[in-house]
């Protein structure tokens, strides 16, 4: 679906979480949300903390998953997906903290593993995605599923693709700052939640969203992946979607 402008396509995401959270409210059910970090989803978070302040919508029965974080990453680091994550969204809701998964950029090398095993189980023990946001990065990654992941992969640590961490240098004041590993959930996570919304704004994603949309299946892509999926929307504006 394409838009004249990211505000108006976020505004419409936004309105379809908050639908789903009330819908699960009424049926006394959770509300399990799998989110995204970067600037595509910020206007959504926005326009989610308006609705809690403006029309009260309430976030008691919602639990979160995060899709990644850097490796190594301290939660108080300023560049971290946690900090982002509460300074964009959490801070502003009510919802519970227990409620809150985001992957632990701290974990030891050696417990890892484990870790991201555990992870996995704790969206599968609470019934799995009931919507999974994303964006895209220009290597086709979704979470940090750089180029090469495989259709079935869960939560692990991967090595960040060179474009990933130069596209990241300026949050970082240079791309030597920028951390060369991250924990992800795992394409095989992501097709398993029920419905899956991706964000996609500006020229500098035309391109990864034409072969997104249109190229072949492919892990050189990891996005292609999407196509196999049965309830997935890509949300463009004009620019995004000026190479389809
Ligand atoms: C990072 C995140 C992705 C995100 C991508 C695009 O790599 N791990 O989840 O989709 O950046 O970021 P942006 O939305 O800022 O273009």
Same mark, same amino acid.
């Given at each position: 679906e394409v838009f004249e402008n990211s505000y108006q396509a976020s505004a419409l995401v936004a309105e379809e979480i908050a639908q789903l959270i009330k819908d699960k409210q009424e049926k006394g059910e959770n509300c399990v949300l799998g989110l995204a970090t970067g600037s595509s989803p910020i206007k959504v978070y926005e326009e989610l903390v308006r609705m809690h302040r403006e029309e009260g919508l309430s976030f008691s029965n919602v639990i979160t998953f995060n899709l990644d974080e850097y490796y190594p990453m301290s939660k108080d680091n300023h560049q971290s997906y946690h900090y982002f994550m509460h300074q964009h969204l959490f801070d502003h809701i009510d919802i519970k903290p227990e409620n809150v998964h985001i992957p632990d950029g701290k974990v030891l090398l050696d417990e890892v593993h484990q870790y991201c095993i555990d992870y996995e189980m704790k969206i599968k023990e609470h019934g799995g995605l009931d919507f999974q946001l994303l964006g895209i990065g220009r290597? =086709? %990654?979704? &979470?940090? !599923?750089?180029? &090469?992941? %495989?259709?079935n992969s869960g939560t692990r640590i991967i090595t960040l693709d060179h474009l990933t961490r130069s596209d990241a240098a300026s949050d970082f004041n =240079? @791309?030597? !700052?920028?951390?060369?590993r991250a924990i992800t959930m795992g394409i095989g996570t992501i097709l398993k939640a029920k419905r899956i919304v991706l964000l996609g704004w500006g020229h500098k994603k035309a391109e990864i969203i034409k072969d997104t949309v249109? &190229?072949? @299946?492919t892990s050189n892509v990891p996005a292609t992946y999407l196509q196999q999926h049965k309830n997935t929307t890509f949300i463009l504006d004009y620019e995004a979607a000026s190479e389809l």
């Open positions: 290597t =086709g %990654h979704v &979470g940090f !599923n750089e180029p &090469g992941s %495989h259709y =240079g @791309i030597e !700052n920028v951390p060369k249109e &190229g072949e @299946i």
